[in-house]
């Protein structure tokens, strides 16, 4: 059913700390329409997709979920999720699987995860000041984590 008290129209909740919009800024509502942008960079950058990463969705709805079979055959297909999602679009998670992939978690730990095996941790440490607070925390954490396991 449909939430009488749900908006009409999506706009950000601004960060009381800088004033920015910093929570839900581009969402889109059921049913609306996708911005042009989308349609326009997914015609562009989808045929040269290498890896798509899925993340914290259900894959449920159009067109985003279309996505994950309009890449090419080639391309390999990263799910960050607490489910496994997309098997009805043809995400295979199989011990066969040759293009898919799960990794099951919380998003911000397992991109961290991903940032620490591609070996991005140093430049993340960077720009920790800019990144939001809860982020930044785990980072802090997986960096003393690193420095413990350095210092045995």
């Given at each position: ?76 297909r990263m799910v960050m999720n607490n489910e496994k ?47 939001p607070e809860s982020s930044a925390q785990l980072l ?13």
């Amino acid at each position: 059913g449909m939430d009488a008290d749900a908006p009409r129209e999506s706009t950000p909740i601004v960060c009381e700390a800088c004033g920015a919009p910093a929570v839900k800024p581009t969402i889109v509502l059921f049913r609306g329409s996708m911005p042009k942008e989308f349609h326009a960079r997914t015609a562009e950058d989808l045929p040269q997709c290498d890896l798509l990463i899925i993340m914290g969705t259900s894959l449920t709805v159009a067109p985003a979920n279309s996505l994950v079979y309009r890449i090419p055959p080639t391309c390999l297909r990263m799910v960050m999720n607490n489910e496994k999602v997309g098997r009805r679009l043809g995400i295979d998670y199989s011990e066969n699987s040759i293009r898919d992939c799960f990794a099951h978690g919380h998003s911000d730990v397992v991109c961290l995860d991903l940032a620490e095996k591609m070996g991005w941790l140093d430049d993340l440490e960077a720009v920790i000041d800019e990144l939001p607070e809860s982020s930044a925390q785990l980072l802090r954490e997986r960096l003393n984590e690193r420095e413990d396991d350095d210092a045995m």
